[in-house]
């Protein structure tokens, strides 16, 4: 093995060689770890709200500042990866991770809880922004696409598994009892990742430039395809995300009284999302990425819809409804906005993150009024509302794209 060390650039990693399979079982593992820590404190809302004494949104601050902070952190790591390496920034970031989460077994007040998930939040940023970069460089073309399959898919497992392990967990104890397997998970993965995810051959430092940085974001922000695009991702996730914090407060009130452990697993609807998300690219071969958008958030209202059935099943299938319509959505916008920057491709990507998280974490404010004058029915009218206005921006969508041939 040793010409890998050679002066000549090694080829990049085949698909199904060793190291192939190293690089994607590491970062799946990454991803599993970053997207359980993320969305853990989701199902504990109600929890919460009882042991700080809280409103609903007062409460849904602790989750939402996790995904803001992660949002915003997305701007910096593209271009300090781009100067700094990948794999030592990513590395850095998961350590800051794990520190984040032994803090947050040991907070005492609302605001320490506050302040250490925003910490964790930009930390949990790094894998995101850096992942995929990462494995451009080192993995042969084929092997990249069947690397991203797996890392995509692992993020969204992260996330029911994060969901589902914190509900039990705090069910067994206190809610704090939830971040200790994410502690145990998180410091496991420093060490892996240190031991085991190989060197980068083909980074190539570019000097950091906060004015280029800036340039590429503002190009990004005046195509008005790119910009309907950021705006649809960034409504759908304002309203998706949030429903299952509503749906997580009514579901522990009357007449149905459910557990932390039993919201939590309301979270393995996101199952039929990781489907939606793989049937994306036979879709797209049929319709054009608008016209698949557009299919995507009429599935959600459908779903939304089936919600208002006041029995748990029918609850639980219109969350099966709206997540394969959301993920295959979100697949297809992201797809799209790889295809149609024209330059800083990564910063493109990067900045769609951008509005997808931001709009994460804002959307209970805006569902909150809704909630507070009409309990569950009036969170769905909100959203129908909002995706209303996102189906007639991939209309739109259709339409430019249709302009420009």
Same mark, same amino acid.
């Given at each position: 093995m040793s010409h890998h060390f050679s002066e000549t650039p090694a080829e990049p990693y085949a698909k199904n060689s060793p190291r192939y399979r190293q690089i994607t079982w590491i970062l799946s593992f990454a991803a599993v770890v970053v997207f359980a820590n993320l969305h853990a404190l989701q199902p504990l809302l109600p929890e919460l709200s009882r042991s700080f004494a809280l409103s609903a949104l007062q409460t849904s601050w602790s989750y939402a500042i996790g995904t803001l902070a992660l949002g915003v952190s997305l701007l910096f790591y593209g271009a300090l990866s781009d100067a700094f390496g990948r794999r030592q920034l990513l590395g850095l970031t998961l350590l800051g991770m794990a520190a984040a989460t032994v803090a947050i077994t040991q907070v005492e007040t609302y605001p320490q809880l506050l302040f250490w998930r925003a910490v964790q939040g930009f930390f949990l940023g790094g894998l995101p922004a850096i992942a995929i970069a990462y494995m451009g460089e080192e993995l042969s073309k084929p092997a990249l696409l069947a690397a991203v399959g797996y890392y995509i898919s692992a993020s969204s497992l992260g996330g029911i598994s994060g969901r589902v392990l914190a509900g039990f967990c705090a069910e067994v104890g206190h809610w704090q009892w939830a971040f200790w397997p994410m502690t145990i998970l998180s410091l496991l993965l420093v060490v892996m990742f240190w031991r085991y995810l190989p060197p980068s051959q083909h980074f190539v430092a570019k000097p950091f430039s906060l004015r280029q940085a800036l340039a590429d974001n503002g190009f990004h922000l005046r195509q008005p395809v790119l910009l309907l695009c950021f705006l649809i991702g960034g409504f759908n996730f304002f309203v998706y995300l949030n429903q299952y914090t509503y749906i997580s407060f009514a579901l522990s009130q009357a007449p149905y009284y459910l557990s932390s452990g039993y919201i939590g697993l309301l979270f393995l609807t996101y199952l039929t999302g !990781?489907? +939606? /998300? *793989? @049937? /994306? +690219? #036979?879709? /797209? $071969? $049929?319709l054009t990425a608008p016209e698949g958008m557009a299919l995507g958030i009429a599935i959600m209202m459908l779903g939304t819809v089936v919600t208002l059935i006041p029995q748990i099943w029918g609850i639980v299938l219109g969350f099966f409804i709206s997540a394969f319509g959301f993920?295959? !959505?979100? /697949?297809? *916008?992201t797809g799209f906005v790889n295809q149609h920057a024209t330059r800083a491709k990564a910063s493109a990507s990067a900045l769609y993150l951008v509005f997808y998280y931001v709009g994460a974490s804002s959307g209970g404010l805006y569902l909150h009024p809704f909630w507070q004058a009409a309990g569950w029915s009036g969170v769905v009218v909100a959203s129908l509302l909002m995706y209303g206005v996102t189906l007639a921006m991939s209309w739109y969508l259709r339409r #430019?794209? #249709?302009? @420009? +041939?």
């Open positions: !990781t489907l +939606g /998300s *793989a @049937m /994306s +690219g #036979r879709i /797209s $071969k $049929k993920f295959l !959505t979100h /697949s297809l *916008a #430019r794209t #249709r302009d @420009m +041939g």
